[in-house]
């Protein structure tokens, strides 16, 4: 939770937190990124992610500043809870429609009687050499409640919903989002620019932080930037591989061929 804090802290100071999204198994790859981002983003919506394997995510980020936050594959308490339990500094649920959404996702982040999550961490109360009660008492003052808006529905009440008590952040999907606007495909559509923009605002007004997810476009990234996002998803691991490689494997080829064809 202490990354958690930290993270909310650099909002807070007006930096701008940065993080990619975590889809392999092996957590060697977010013990690589902890070296210079401020959060892992652990997909297990998406992707192949066992509890297992995300418990070894969340301990490659021991040591370090860099906060795992994790996307449960549903607004659900039942798989939201034992991913508090191993550990995460923080929960982004995903496609939350009303203000109902928003609360129940708020309630299975936190103890009673703010919340109705059930007591049973492990790593996190240090294997029992942390009390139960401040346990409880930090872990409903600091985990990161985040939920992901990325349906129409819940532009129409993004009102409301930034004002639900215990929410720490909000996430933009464009993706589905434009999709759910008919534009499935199409994040840049007008319509769609003008929902996130109300979305930031909104968000900001009621001090929740807004974050989006983006492909590694640094235009991109510093446009939305400037338009108030203060978290920045910046694509996924196999998206930084597959372009590295591919960067490196075409420099050497077109260098080999002007060689050759010089010869």
Not at 166 to 193: C, E
Request: glycine share 8%; with cysteine; proline share 5%.
């Amino acid at each position: 939770m202490q990354n958690a804090q930290r993270l909310r802290e650099k909002m807070q100071a007006g930096k701008i937190p940065l993080g990619t999204g975590v889809t392999f198994s092996d957590a060697t790859v977010t013990e690589l990124f902890s070296h210079t981002l401020d959060f892992a983003f652990i997909d297990m919506e998406h992707n192949a992610h066992s509890l297992e394997t995300v418990q070894a995510h969340i301990m490659a980020t021991k040591g370090t500043e860099t906060a795992a936050l994790v996307r449960v594959a549903w607004n659900d308490p039942v798989l939201i809870k034992p991913v508090l339990d191993i550990g995460a500094d923080g929960i982004v649920a995903p496609l939350v429609r009303t203000v109902e959404d928003v609360e129940l996702t708020v309630a299975a982040c936190r103890y009673p009687p703010e919340g109705i999550r059930g007591f049973g961490p492990r790593r996190p109360i240090q294997y029992g050499r942390t009390g139960d009660a401040d346990y409880c008492r930090r872990a409903n003052d600091e985990i990161m409640c985040i939920v992901q808006i990325e349906h129409i529905d819940a532009v129409n009440v993004i009102d409301k919903i930034v004002r639900v008590p215990g929410l720490t952040a909000i996430m933009v999907g464009a993706n589905d989002l434009a999709g759910t606007m008919g534009h499935m495909g199409n994040p840049n559509h007008p319509d769609v620019q003008s929902a996130i923009e109300k979305i930031v605002t909104a968000a900001r007004d009621a001090g929740v932080f807004p974050g989006i997810g983006l492909a590694a476009d640094p235009a991109a990234l510093l446009e939305w930037v400037d338009k108030g996002i203060q978290w920045v998803l910046m694509g996924v691991d196999w998206a930084h591989l597959a372009q590295a490689i591919d960067t490196s494997a075409n420099r050497l080829r077109s260098h080999v061929e002007n060689r050759n064809a010089a010869s």
